[in-house]
């Protein structure tokens, strides 16, 4: 009996020591398997009412599941707590990376933080998360250049670089005062249109900007959620001192192709006597090339657009996110301050777009140009 005892022990222990081999190989085994399963990569866009979030959205989707990733894609709708709610739902899902264009910079802080607590990493897309640690990477086009090309735009039509001396009339816009990004685009326009404010070459005869308006005012002027319709409500009341079009509107500077529809319409809307194509049609300027814009442009409605081709702020952030995931160092080209921390920034470049390219510009094309590049269609644009 003691000696069937013996062999018994004997046995289970070798079962035990062959089971407890077996778990650490299978542990082993498993923890390889892990870089081969499809991680998840969260995106919070803030709106799906704008046609940029939304071809946004899609495109940086599609590109990471091509990379063999699980990908959920979700819209805020514009409201900060939905943004919120919907990031900690991510960190519930076991998100390994959550990729967040802010309707609110500062106010998706602490959702943020919350996943950077999770172990899970932040990718700022198109707008800095400000005020917080909880920011790994940021990567948008550089911001000042899409103010400066709008800037330049308007110097170059009004002949400001040649001499012209006017008075020109002129209306300036800046983006939504909870997006960080709109101060940077007005700050690249106003370095360039101040001098002239101040020699008294640019007026504005609403009154909103004069020649002591500073960067740090450019809230007084901003339109809430970048709206079309609050922008054209805005504009509607500002025509009331051009007194039916007695007097004249030479250039408006609008940050974004939205804004530039509103105050499209406000003109249209209210009567006022300055012909599509005529010397009295005002320059607009505008950014994201939108399909409307580059119509407008076309007809002559709207004088350039900023395009910055959100295929390859897509593809950079998936690149980026395909490095984390696979353990890789992520190069970046400068880093960004959001208030707390600099952030480590990739800045991609931007075009300027006429009808046909004309500018004295570098890097200025046409719409035809961007719809060869696949961007749009020309049907949709009106080319066809």
Avoid: H
Avoid at 148 to 165: F, R, S
Avoid at 273 to 302: C, F, H, N, R
Avoid at 332 to 358: C, F, H, Q, R
């Amino acid at each position: 009996m003691k000696t069937w005892k013996r062999i018994l022990t004997a046995g289970v222990l070798l079962t035990t020591i062959v089971s407890l081999a077996g778990c650490n190989s299978t542990r082993g085994s498993s923890s390889s398997q892990k870089s081969n399963d499809k991680e998840l990569v969260y995106i919070s866009m803030p709106t799906e009412a704008e046609e940029r979030w939304v071809k946004d959205g899609n495109e940086l989707k599609n590109q990471i599941k091509d990379a063999g990733y699980d990908v959920d894609l979700t819209f805020a709708q514009d409201k900060v707590e939905q943004q919120n709610s919907d990031i900690e739902n991510a960190i519930n899902k076991g998100a390994d990376i959550i990729v967040v264009a802010s309707k609110d910079g500062s106010a998706v802080g602490p959702a943020v933080e919350k996943a950077r607590d999770a172990g899970i990493k932040v990718i700022a897309y198109d707008r800095l998360i400000l005020d917080t640690e909880a920011v790994d990477y940021y990567v948008t086009f550089q911001l000042e250049k899409t103010g400066v090309w709008e800037a330049n735009y308007i110097i170059e039509k009004l002949g400001l670089d040649k001499g012209e001396k006017g008075p020109f009339n002129i209306e300036l816009f800046t983006g939504s005062a909870d997006d960080n990004n709109a101060k940077y685009f007005f700050k690249g326009a106003w370095e360039l249109l101040q001098p002239y404010f101040e020699e008294g070459v640019l007026v504005s005869p609403s009154g909103k900007v004069t020649k002591d308006f500073t960067v740090d005012d450019w809230q007084d002027i901003s339109i809430d959620s970048w709206k079309m319709e609050k922008a054209q409500s805005e504009m509607e009341s500002r025509l009331a001192k051009y007194n039916g079009g007695s007097v004249s509107l030479d250039a408006v500077l609008s940050p974004y192709d939205g804004i530039s529809k509103g105050v499209i319409n406000a003109i249209e809307g209210q009567g006022m006597p300055w012909k599509v194509g005529s010397a009295d049609w005002p320059y607009i300027t505008g950014q994201d090339a939108m399909v409307t814009a580059l119509s407008d442009i076309l007809e002559g409605k709207q004088g350039e657009t900023v395009w910055k081709d959100t295929r390859e702020l897509a593809t950079k952030v998936a690149e980026v996110c395909v490095e984390i995931l696979d353990g890789k160092d992520v190069e970046t080209t400068e880093t960004m301050n959001n208030n707390v921390v600099d952030v480590p920034s990739i800045l991609l470049d931007s075009k300027s777009v006429t009808k046909n390219g004309e500018s004295d510009a570098k890097d200025t094309i046409s719409v035809k140009d961007v719809v060869d590049s696949g961007y749009v269609t020309a049907k949709q644009v009106g080319l066809e």
